[in-house]
């Protein structure tokens, strides 16, 4: 066997190519047992990052497991390039964005290359490319490489072309006006958290402003934007920014005067708006009046540095009473306001504002921590608990939770107010531009709010397995809360042209939905076994549908292998799936296949993090680059990482020296490997028959985790306490060679979904043939479980705890060491009072009063009272283990004379052992009353 060093990079492109030179990649369908499993696929927008490769990592760890446990598995995989992403990265290389070619330098591309990038296309191939040969082949993904596919094919666009004609024939596409996210430079664009489209603002919500027309002496209109409008009756100023320059916008008949900015928004939201060439600065309205609509009260146009010229209009109404950073403005005013409260909330006081600005201690406006609590404890109080009071006039005594739009509608209906969307943070494209919000009269949606498909699809989520458990508990009121989501965008999109409507394009999550569906053809195509002219809507329904005639026998092989294959067993996707793809997913596959071809399962991973606990991202750059991540740490290193760091539902922070540790792990095991195939054989019965047992009940357990999907657990198993087994079944003198070259071999077979590469190379030293990828994976054995050598290691290795620890706090060296063996009466108590517990019918007095029958325990009625008493407690500790091994019969005397020799060697020290036995010559001083079963009492000379 090799003993040099453990050579990361090239065990691992060894292996690589053998296996991909002899695909055994390739999904076969030979027999009754089939896994379809697939990740979501990457947005084509730029280099990937280690974020990334931990769903990859995953998903490539189920597959290989279902694999080596007797299923035939489909693991496919294709590329999202539709949308703008691939456009903007295009765009960034056209205007020579520096950091965008300083990244594409260091990756190696020559300005040639680089000059091709400019075309979204080319984007698209090289990346494709990048994807496949950099990353999925690198770290060993057992994709399907014959089914690779792109969004932007001809024939993906002829199967999303029909998606969308079945969604028409089932009325489940509308159109209707609608007011969505949208860059000037890229046109509409997806603003939710799978970031498909945008660099920034994935967390976004889209809020609704009601425009307040205040009317100005002579007549022009000042809008301020509120989200409140029922606190128009406590407004007692409006604030300005003296050094914006604000600009005339004509609205019909009325002249506005609002942020440059605000009047941009405008211009993409309603109708009948003019931009007027006519500046003005905030200074010049200071001292000027304007009227508050409904009221007709006029109030003075003050200063206010934090008039925000990008929020809204620009212009901020001043409500004291009821906003914190109204009131700290005022006071720093030193303007003669006072403040009017219109909302009575008892445990604020009579101005909220005010007192709660006064308890947080805030004295300015740069406080703005503080006064974002503030504001949060003020609005938070007077919505659930405020009432208007009586200077609302007809609104008096309404609660605020209640008044909604009440007010907000008065002023529309007298034209005294209109509606702004805007962003809750800011939004920014792929192309760097910012997203705002435009008002489209006639956009088309898929109708998710349809009642039917909502109720079926629920009802199918409690039919699937989805991962984790939460989300499954979620995924109903997520399907409840799902709207129509407008489906197309006009621009220089990337996709399938909407087939009702001219140079429109599919939107990125609308055409991805029943995705899955088109690896079974991809195949065909990419091995140019049918031609995509054939692939029209007659082909689609007998594929998918089972409705009309085949026209090919290529057709009826496609079907066949469809029926065969779907539906999708897992899909498996990061957790900013959870709202946005995995509910369409779902719903679309509701809404256009029969039943049988739903979905069967979820699996929803959580982020690799970054220090500061933000979600790496490709747009903000990932850690590092995954290409110089494979040689610094090796993959096998990283798939263990991923594995075994924390729970696939917690975020994990990258962290290098970890990964570091588990490359160690990996190097160590090697050695380990080495040093087992030199060592002398030598048999031992109750050692050997301890390691078969142990690796037995591992083998039980990482079979359970990997079922479960629980990589924490199963990795734990295998490269931690198998080794922790290895190496104390040879400190205890183990070294049985025909029953260590058995644990080899099954244990790198359980290493292989983790680690491939290494038990692909230990499997070649152990000079065994085939594939280890290929082989069964180890299977739990009733008949290899030796439960009394279990028992006695458990036994042994207690025991040894026990006197360190006493040798440790006592600081004796020692010279003789006494071992006192429980004595009989105690393991009868412990079993019958166990034995009562499991079976949940324990009663203190009908147990005693039973032991009070026999008549030796009667005559130690004291000791066994007190024993009594003591193992309660203990009892209820025990785990199944536990209760299994204290149920058994064994002997402690015995195994404990067979391993004296052992344990005088480990304390370097005579040692004897008694029985528990208070007539014992050698205990005369009852030293075993403190031995209870499984655990002796120690002393120490």
Known sequence: MNT??????KIEQKWQNEWFENKIYEAQKEKNK?????????????????????????????????????????????????????????????????????????????????????????????????????????????IDYSRIMSTISIGYKKFITWQFLKLKENNLLIKKPHFAPYCPNCGPVAVDKSETDISKGGNAEILEFTIIKFEMDDGTILPAATLRPETIYGITNMWVNPDVEYTKIKIN????????EGAKKLSFQLDNITILNEKILGKELLGKKCKIPLLNREVPILSGHFADPNVATGIVMSVPSHAPYDYIALIESKEEIEPITIIE??????????????ELKINNQNEIEKLDNATEIVYKKEFHTGYLNEKCGKYVGIKVSDIKDKVKNELISNNKANIMKEFSEEVICRCSGTVIIKKIPDQWFIKYSDYTLTSNSKKHVEKMNIYPQEYKQELPGILDWYDDRACIRKGSWLGTEFPFKKDWIIEPISDSTLYPAYYIISKYVNENKISTDEMNEEFFDYIFLNKGKSKDSIWDKIKSDFEYWYPVDINLGGKEH????????????????????????????????????????????????????????????????????????????????????????????????????????????????????SLNRRIKIINESLNNFDLRIASNEIFFEINKDILWYLKRGGANQEILLKLLKKWSIMMTPITPHLSEELWYLLQQNKFISEKQFPQFKSNDIYENEEI????????????????????????????????????????????????????????????????????????????VNKIQTEIKKFNVLDQKRYLKDFNSYNYLIDSKDYLEKIFKCNIEIFKGDNENIYDPEERSKFAVPLRPAIYIQ
């Open 578 to 693: 959870k709202t946005v793809h995995f509910p369409v997913f779902l719903m679309n596959h509701v809404a256009i296949l029969p039943y049988e071809r739903y979905p069967k399962g979820i699996f929803t991973h959580w982020w690799i993090t970054q220090k500061n606990k933000e979600k790496i991202s490709k747009s903000k750059g990932g850690v590092e680059h995954i290409s110089e991540a494979a040689i610094k740490y090796g993959i096998d290193s990283m798939r263990l990482y991923y594995s075994h760091i924390g729970s696939t539902y917690i975020d994990i922070e990258w962290d290098s020296e970890s990964v570091i540790k588990y490359k160690n792990r990996i190097e160590n095991i090697f050695k380990l490997y080495n040093k087992l195939m030199k060592i002398n054989d030598k048999r031992n019965v109750n050692l050997d028959n301890w390691l078969i047992s």
């Open 792 to 867: 006695g290691e458990f036994l042994i290795s207690k025991l040894i705890d026990d006197a360190n620890e006493i040798i440790k706090v006592t600081k004796i060296k020692p010279k003789k060491i006494f071992i006192y063996v429980s004595p009989e009466w105690k393991k009868i108590i412990l079993k019958k009072s166990l034995r009562l517990y499991i079976e949940n019918d324990f009663n203190l007095g009908k147990f005693i009063k039973d032991l009070m029958s026999d008549f030796e325990l009667k005559k130690n009625s004291k000791k066994v009272l007190k024993y």
């Open 345 to 358: 909330v008892k445990e604020l006081g009579c101005i909220p504002a005010k007192q709660v600005c006064e």
């Open 34 to 142: 089939k896994f379809f499993i697939h990740f979501a696929y990457p947005g084509v927008s730029g280099y990937l990052h280690i974020g990334h490769m931990r769903g990859f990592t995953y998903c490539d760890i189920f597959a290989r497991y279902k694999r080596m446990t007797g299923y035939n598995v489909l693991f496919p995989a294709g590329f999202h390039a539709s949308g703008i992403p691939s456009i903007g990265f295009a765009k960034k290389v056209e205007r020579k964005d520096p950091h965008t070619i300083k990244i594409l330098k260091e990756y190696g591309c020559n300005d040639e290359l680089i000059n091709k990038l400019k075309d979204p296309n080319e984007v698209v191939n090289y990346f494709s490319k990048i994807y496949v040969d950099d990353y999925w082949k690198k770290f060993g993904l057992l």
């Open 253 to 260: 008949d009325e002249i506005w005067i609002i942020s440059i």
């Open 4 to 9: 040099g060093k453990y050579d990361f990079i």
